[in-house]
């Protein structure tokens, strides 16, 4: 492929420019800061994540796939304290020799997000790195003043929910590297696409406020978010491993796999959102879900304990015993 051969500025007004075209605060992309009022009655929620190749994704991943990943975890974010999203800035940090064609597909993936979860660019910056493509999204969303949703509303008590499905992104990426070899290609191309293209529930984030009591998503691992809820909560958690939804192709990845389960219910990047809820919520929920089309699934309880602590039963009622909860950079 061609290097570019576009000049900085060329690039913006080629490739992000348009993005920006829809949000008037981005004043086109012609000052220096971005300008916007928050609504009355309305508080921002402020999120920020960043990605780096060979980290997050693969170096040669489709550009549409990891500007969608990109996008998608931030949008996910949003969700988990109940906001809508508005506008997001991005900062990118690329090798000189990138060519053109990658930010056509790269600015093309980030369009088709835009339209889809209703959110436009708003500013950022382009820097050039002798090192790894490295991506950063600051995403801005809107909640009723004083109803954003905390990690540390759960209480003794509560059931424990969450969204869709867990474990397909863990298992896609046993995929991506080569050491699950599945003989069903729809299953590993559901498990592939659930890897490089998370689902942020957008639409029912919003919509927990006055249900949930504490929530956030799962981006490092089940085990280990539903541990961040409960340090934050002050208190502890069962974890029922045979209620956790799996949809068809990891449950056949699985088998009877007590690894592989493991696996998916501590592997990352599942994007779902995770929450507790008292017990007189399910009704609702289950509307919920039957409204927004997504499963809102019941996985366990949280309970006095020490805070943080999250024992996995199997379906005997016997303690799974983990070697590790989840992700850790560090």
Known sequence: MATSTTGEFGRIARFFKPLAA?????????????????????????????????????????????????????????????????????VTALPRGLPDSWLEAFAAGLGADQQQFGIALAGGDSVSTTGPVTLSVTAFGLVPAGRALPRWGGRPGDRVFVTGTIG??????????????????????????????????????????????????????????????????????LLQADAVPLSDAARGAIGGDPARLALAITGGDDYELLFSAPESARDALAALSAAGGVAITEIGLLLPGEAGAVTVLDGTGTALPLTRRGWDHF
């Open 22 to 90: 829809g949000f008037a605060g981005a004043r086109g992309l012609r000052d220096d800061a971005a300008v916007f009022g928050v609504p009355e009655g309305r508080e921002l929620v402020v999120t920020t994540d960043a990605m780096v190749a060979g980290v997050h994704f693969f170096p040669d991943d489709a550009p549409g796939d990891i500007a969608a990943k990109l996008m998608r975890s931030n949008l996910s974010d949003l969700a988990a304290m109940g906001a809508e999203p508005l506008a997001y800035t991005l």
């Open 168 to 237: 397909d992104a863990a298992l896609g990426l046993e995929i991506a590297y080569g050491r699950l070899d599945l003989p069903d290609e729809e299953a590993s191309g559901h498990l592939l696409r659930r890897l490089r293209r998370p689902d942020p529930r957008t639409g029912i984030g919003p919509r927990l406020i006055g249900l949930a009591g504490g929530a956030l998503d799962v981006s490092d691992g089940l085990v280990a978010d539903l541990g961040h809820l409960c340090e934050e909560s002050g208190c502890a958690a």
